[in-house]
C-alpha cells in the first residue's frame, strides 16, 4: 500500500504533467473614472503580453519584438488551444496613468490622498 505522503506527490506531479506547457499572459491598462456619475471604465490601452514556457522559462514579450515574423509567430502561439490566457488587468484612474506609463523617469514622485493607489501602482514596478 503506498504512503499518503507518496499519493500526494503523485497526485502533484501529474497536476504539473498536465498543465500547459505555455502560458500567455495578458496585461492591458484598465482606466476607470466617472461616467454619468457611475464608476466606468474609460479606456483599455494594451501594455503587457508575454508567452510564458514554463518548462524552458523563456519568456517572449510581444511589446519588445522588432520584427513582423517575430509577432507573427508570437500570436501563432499564443493562439494555439494548448496555451493557457490568463487576463491580470492592471486597473487605474486617469490620474495614475501617466505613472505607470513613464517609461523615461529615473524617479517618480507620487503624492497625495489617494487611498492606497499610490501603493498599489507602485506595486506595479516592483
Request: glycine share 8%; proline share 4%.
Amino acid at each position: 500500500m503506498a504512503h499518503e505522503s507518496n499519493i500526494d506527490l503523485i497526485e502533484r506531479i501529474r497536476t504539473v504533467a498536465d498543465a500547459p506547457r505555455v502560458f500567455c499572459v495578458r496585461r492591458p491598462i484598465q482606466v476607470f473614472g466617472r461616467k454619468g456619475g457611475r464608476a466606468a471604465m474609460l479606456e483599455e490601452r494594451p501594455h503587457l503580453d508575454v508567452l510564458i514556457d514554463r518548462v524552458t522559462g523563456t519568456r517572449s514579450v510581444l511589446q519588445r519584438l522588432t520584427t513582423g515574423d517575430q509577432v507573427e509567430k508570437w500570436h501563432e502561439v499564443a493562439a494555439l488551444e494548448s496555451t493557457c490566457t490568463l487576463d491580470a488587468p492592471l486597473t487605474c484612474t486617469l490620474e495614475q496613468l501617466p505613472i505607470i506609463t513613464d517609461a523615461y523617469s529615473k524617479v517618480i514622485y507620487a503624492f497625495g490622498g489617494n487611498q492606497s493607489g499610490k501603493t498599489r501602482i507602485a506595486g506595479h514596478w516592483l
